[in-house]
């Protein structure tokens, strides 16, 4: 009787670890649990990408790649179909952050946004621009997730905005140490916005154009002052990011359009 008692214990009684704490626990397989008690049961999640239990109060550990979704073309090479992420950029004035920008939205498959794009009459505040989003995202049947470039490089507008939008990663491209900004380096102004190296590449007919307003004629300077400005600004804007958000701020050192692009994108799969 006893030895019968004991095969019945055996073959119903199982253990497992808490999938929130790691705890060591007794589990009925009739009626399995994966916690240990009430208090792991409401703070632990399970990713809806990759299946993985994780603590809530916690960033999930494969939060970042398992929000980039694959699938494989006709040859069986993986490809970029969905990507679930919310990206804040901010870049060096005497680099084309907004083409970086513009090409990795297209390699991630995401609307981008540009502050200076959707300011209207020098009008710029974090709820004009999420009004303006929604719309877009609304309009264009869009997802929720999105790139944002922040070319109007200003810490109260930058700390008013985490307020209204919750971003995963926040980007910085900077000049690597190595490089210098020359006084004497040309730029290209757009005559319509003002704006700095923000013209597109040359189409096949050679024409280019302002991403900001579509302008299509700019004029070149050497070094002005309101250049050194946009730079300063774009410093003490990189500095409050990491200081305030040390654990979401990555940064990346400019090369070339294409090569700056793709350390990014190889940063979110392979990190």
């Known amino acids: 009787m006893a030895d019968s008692v004991t095969a019945e214990i055996t073959e119903t009684t199982s253990y497992s670890n808490c999938v929130n704490c790691g705890k060591y626990i007794e589990t009925d397989l009739k009626g399995k649990t994966l916690y240990c008690c009430p208090d792991c049961t409401e703070k632990t999640g399970k990713c809806g990408i ?3 239990f994780y603590n809530l109060e916690e960033m999930h550990i494969g939060s970042m790649k398992c929000k980039i979704i694959f699938d494989l073309n006709k040859k069986g090479f993986p490809f970029i179909r969905q990507t679930k992420l919310n990206l804040f950029i901010i870049g060096n004035p005497f680099i084309k952050t907004e083409l970086i920008s513009q090409r990795l939205s297209l390699v991630l498959k995401l609307p981008v946004f540009m502050s200076e794009q959707l300011r209207i009459e020098n009008a710029l505040s974090p709820e004009y621009l999420k009004e303006r989003i ?3 995202i609304k309009a264009e049947n869009l997802s ?3 790139v944002f470039l922040s070319n109007s490089n200003n810490i109260d507008f930058i ?5 209204k939008f919750q971003f995963d990663r926040y980007i910085i491209i900077s000049n690597p140490e190595s490089v210098s900004e020359p006084d004497h380096l040309k730029f290209q102004i757009c005559t ?4 700095i190296n923000s013209f597109s590449e040359p189409d096949y007919e050679g024409k280019s154009e302002c991403l900001i307003c579509g302008n299509e004629f700019f004029r ?3 070094g002005e ?6 730079l300063k600004n774009f410093r003490d804007c990189e500095n409050y990011l990491i200081s305030s958000f040390p654990e979401k701020c990555v940064k990346f050192d400019f090369s070339d359009i294409t090569g700056t692009v793709n350390s990014i994108v190889k940063y979110f799969i392979y990190t």
């Open 50 to 52: 990759c299946g993985k």
């Open 134 to 136: 929604d719309a877009k």
């Open 144 to 146: 929720n997730y999105f």
């Open 159 to 163: 700390e008013e905005m985490k307020g």
């Open 192 to 195: 319509e916005c003002g704006n």
């Open 220 to 222: 070149t300077t050497e």
């Open 225 to 230: 002052t309101s250049i050194q400005q946009k």
